[in-house]
């Protein structure tokens, strides 16, 4: 199928999938060809998990029931760092990773969630993806281990929260922060000790005192899983100011797929990206008011000279993970042009 044609596929498919969540599962008419499990980061009935779900659905709708998935939520066979290799291997169909907990399986995937100190700016992402290149970058990278990468979604900024407050850089040192990947080489850089640990085990690790602050994904993080009951205290400064996640598919499974399937998949993932992003903006307010009603504090404003050693533990980073492998060497060129 020509480019042409896809694209005009796509637009079709995307233009018929508006309000596609309303229709009811009784009225697919065909039986499956096709039975996909999906692996997601989050637990039953968080609001990002339900998001998955929508996901889920909408692939079984637009294709007139020829595809059927079984959504698989965080710890139901397959952990929040055994996603990756879960997709690569065929273990699950469909995964939604978080990148940062696999930074030593694909590297580039940690300048694709987006560096510490990274822009928040949606119309700068949109140009790094779709006009610099990162799309046919992460296509190839994903796809030299066996996936197939597809529409990234972009999610909130992130924040810490912590059970002491922090009213001045200093406060990080010696602080045990659960923070993978990129933000734990920021806040080691801020004399912090990082820990990587699934989301789902932040709480109990928090009341326990095996750590003393979480990074969240986002604010709808830290309110779905109950943090401020254990940790009151949140850090002015994001970590980073968006985050960009894909969605990936096991590749030998997707090119079992007709090219109509293909591109029902692609048209639902990129429905996914947009509930994504117009859902997180309303929540995240949502979530903070929530959670500053059941004791939430803010950390004072911080000096200029702490916003200065923030922005200077994060100066070092994007040289060392384009150092990493030859696609975050390219990403990350494609960023410093930006």
Same mark, same amino acid.
Request: avoid cysteine; charge should be neutral; glycine fraction near 10%.
């Given at each position: 199928?020509?480019?042409?044609?896809?694209?005009?596929?796509?637009?079709?498919?995307?233009?018929?999938?508006?309000?596609?969540?309303?229709?009811?599962?009784?009225?697919?008419?065909?039986?499956?060809?096709?039975?996909?499990?999906?692996?997601?980061?989050?637990?039953?009935?968080?609001?990002?998990?339900?998001?998955?779900?929508?996901?889920?659905?909408?692939?079984?709708?637009?294709?007139?029931?020829?595809?059927?998935?079984?959504?698989?939520?965080?710890?139901?066979?397959?952990?929040?760092?055994?996603?990756?290799?879960?997709?690569?291997?065929?273990?699950?169909?469909?995964?939604?990773?978080?990148?940062?907990?696999?930074?030593?399986?694909?590297?580039?995937?940690?300048?694709?969630?987006?560096?510490?100190?990274?822009?928040?700016?949606?119309?700068?992402?949109?140009?790094?993806?779709?006009?610099?290149?990162?799309?046919?970058?992460?296509?190839?990278?994903?796809?030299?281990?066996?996936?197939?990468?597809?529409?990234?979604?972009?999610?909130?900024?992130?924040?810490?929260?912590?059970? %002491?407050?922090? +009213?001045?850089?200093?406060?990080?040192?010696?602080?045990? $922060?659960? /923070?993978?990947?990129?933000? @734990? *080489?920021? #806040?080691?850089?801020?004399?912090?000790?990082?820990?990587?640990?699934?989301?789902?085990?932040?709480?109990?690790?928090?009341?326990?005192?095996?750590?003393?602050?979480?990074?969240?994904?986002?604010?709808?993080?830290?309110?779905?899983?109950?943090?401020?009951?254990?940790?009151?205290?949140?850090?002015?400064?994001?970590?980073?100011?968006?985050?960009?996640?894909?969605?990936?598919?096991?590749?030998?499974?997707?090119?079992?797929?007709?090219?109509?399937?293909?591109?029902?998949?692609?048209?639902?993932?990129?429905?996914?990206?947009?509930?994504?992003?117009?859902?997180?903006?309303?929540?995240?307010?949502?979530?903070?008011?929530?959670?500053?009603? %059941?004791?939430? +504090?803010?950390?004072?404003?911080?000096?200029?000279?702490? $916003?200065? /050693?923030?922005?200077?533990? @994060? *100066?070092? #980073?994007?040289?060392?993970?384009?150092?990493?492998?030859?696609?975050?060497?390219?990403?990350?060129?494609?960023?410093?042009?930006?």
């Amino acid at each position: 199928m020509s480019t042409t044609k896809g694209r005009k596929l796509l637009s079709g498919l995307l233009a018929a999938a508006i309000g596609v969540s309303s229709l009811a599962a009784s009225a697919l008419s065909y039986a499956a060809e096709y039975n996909w499990r999906f692996a997601n980061l989050y637990g039953r009935g968080t609001a990002y998990g339900e998001v998955y779900e929508n996901l889920a659905k909408n692939i079984e709708v637009m294709s007139n029931g020829r595809i059927e998935v079984q959504v698989l939520y965080s710890g139901e066979g397959v952990g929040t760092s055994g996603i990756l290799s879960a997709v690569k291997s065929g273990l699950v169909t469909m995964g939604a990773p978080f990148q940062s907990m696999h930074a030593g399986e694909l590297p580039a995937g940690v300048v694709e969630i987006g560096l510490p100190g990274g822009t928040a700016d949606v119309g700068e992402l949109s140009t790094l993806f779709h006009e610099q290149g990162w799309s046919e970058i992460l296509t190839e990278a994903y796809g030299s281990q066996g996936m197939t990468w597809l529409s990234p979604y972009i999610q909130p900024p992130v924040y810490i929260i912590t059970k %002491k407050e922090i +009213k001045s850089i200093e406060d990080f040192k010696g602080l045990k $922060i659960r /923070a993978p990947g990129a933000y @734990g *080489k920021f #806040l080691r850089n801020l004399g912090a000790s990082p820990v990587s640990l699934a989301w789902s085990e932040i709480y109990t690790s928090l009341a326990t005192g095996v750590i003393d602050g979480s990074i969240g994904s986002n604010m709808i993080d830290h309110r779905d899983g109950n943090h401020v009951e254990v940790a009151k205290y949140m850090y002015r400064l994001p970590l980073a100011g968006a985050q960009v996640l894909p969605i990936v598919v096991n590749t030998k499974q997707f090119n079992k797929l007709p090219e109509d399937l293909q591109a029902i998949v692609r048209a639902a993932t990129t429905v996914h990206s947009q509930e994504q992003m117009t859902k997180s903006i309303l929540w995240e307010s949502q979530a903070v008011a929530q959670m500053e009603e %059941k004791g939430l +504090k803010w950390s004072p404003e911080p000096s200029t000279a702490d $916003i200065e /050693a923030w922005r200077n533990a @994060g *100066k070092s #980073l994007a040289k060392e993970y384009s150092n990493q492998d030859k696609y975050s060497k390219q990403l990350v060129e494609q960023l410093e042009k930006l």
